[in-house]
């Protein structure tokens, strides 16, 4: 559905300009974000059930990060095939994948968008275990803070860390993303990056359905 949505709005603002330098790339932002709501949307109702029905927490959260993994790796092959198809045929279109690192390994592209969804449906998964556990309230206050704190590494980076602290952190963010010092690129690492970020929202989440209470 979210590919005929992109498509309809795509002709309308072509036929609107007359098909004259229109365009569009990175697609795969819109399945960020369609993932993103799947890590929240029907896990009050889905919990409810599957506890009421003698589903153990562990099962829960196990099927869960199943289903997940399912979505991702669909959802990666879907837009691996669409973005490299759309390259081929329009040299201006530059998927997320191939604008970083290029169009040299579609399995790796569809590996690399798999692990990459998984991990935002992770992050979303506990966001909304969170709120579920603490409260509205508390859950704001929580997203304050964390902002506060992101505001404040900001500022030691910019104004109190010295440049060379400052040029070895973006050095290891660098090569966790899979750039290295002698300019060449290495997918293993921003995969394992992706999956060890994905993990840590993983434990965090199972730690917290372990004690969520049926409300």
Request: aromatic share 16%.
């Amino acid at each position: 559905m979210q590919y005929l949505i992109v498509a309809l709005i795509f002709s309308i603002v072509a036929i609107s300009v007359g098909g004259e330098e229109i365009g569009s790339n990175a697609l795969e932002f819109s399945s960020v974000i369609f993932i993103s709501v799947i890590g929240v949307l029907g896990y009050k109702e889905d919990f409810k059930a599957l506890i009421q029905n003698g589903y153990t927490r562990k099962y829960i959260f196990g099927a869960t990060i199943c289903m997940f993994t399912l979505l991702a790796g669909t959802m990666a092959l879907i837009d691996t095939i669409i973005g490299n198809s759309i390259h081929y045929f329009n040299d201006n279109y530059f998927t997320l994948f191939g604008s970083l690192y290029g169009y040299g390994n579609v399995f790796l592209n569809w590996l690399w968008l798999t692990v990459l969804y998984l991990m935002f449906c992770s992050l979303f998964y506990l966001a909304v275990l969170v709120i579920n556990r603490v409260g509205k309230m508390v859950s704001l206050f929580i997203g304050v803070g964390l902002s506060c704190v992101i505001l404040l590494v900001t500022s030691l980076f910019r104004f109190v860390f010295s440049q060379e602290f400052v040029s070895a952190a973006a050095e290891f963010v660098m090569k966790a993303m899979g750039f290295m010092s002698n300019g060449t690129t290495n997918l293993f690492f921003p995969i394992l990056s992706f999956l060890v970020i994905g993990a840590v929202f993983g434990i965090g989440s199972y730690a917290v359905i372990r004690r969520t209470e049926l409300k």
